[in-house]
Nanobody, 122 residues
Framework: QVQLVESGGGLVQPGGSLKLSCIVS????????VGWFRQAPGKDYEGVSCISTDGRTISYADSVRGRFTIARDSAKNTVFLQMNNLRPDDTAVYYCAEVVSVRNLIPVYGRWGQGTQVTVSS
């Protein structure tokens, strides 16, 4: 089984930055595309970003494009999400997940991690 563990969340002021990490174990990182999604209280989950197995194809939600950057480091079995210019509406629990397919531009997630809380507030 593939396991994913997120870290790097915390409290940050608007305009600040955080870098999230997702360590993948129990399988080959290169075998799976990986995505980040987030969920705020009372809201549906929202896909944030995805990266293909080789890192050559990347997608972002409109709400984060230009502010967030996804990357993968196979040697470290880790996928990163660099988040810059954070806004209060970025507040959510962020999860990384294996992306097993994409249907109509929407990722289909397999396993995901425990999540890490990101709070953007003054």
């Amino acid at each position: 089984q593939v396991q994913l563990v997120e870290s790097g969340g915390g409290l940050v002021q608007p305009g600040g930055s955080l870098k999230l990490s997702c360590i993948v174990s129990g399988g080959s990182l290169d075998y799976y595309a990986v995505g980040w999604f987030r969920q705020a209280p009372g809201k549906d989950y929202e896909g944030v970003s995805c990266i293909s197995t080789d890192g050559r194809t990347i997608s972002y939600a409109d709400s984060v494009r230009g502010r967030f950057t996804i990357a993968r480091d196979s040697a470290k079995n880790t996928v990163f999400l660099q988040m810059n210019n954070l806004r209060p509406d970025d507040t959510a629990v962020y999860y990384c997940a294996e992306v097993v397919s994409v249907r109509n531009l929407i990722p289909v997630y397999g396993r995901w991690g425990q999540g890490t809380q990101v709070t953007v507030s003054s």
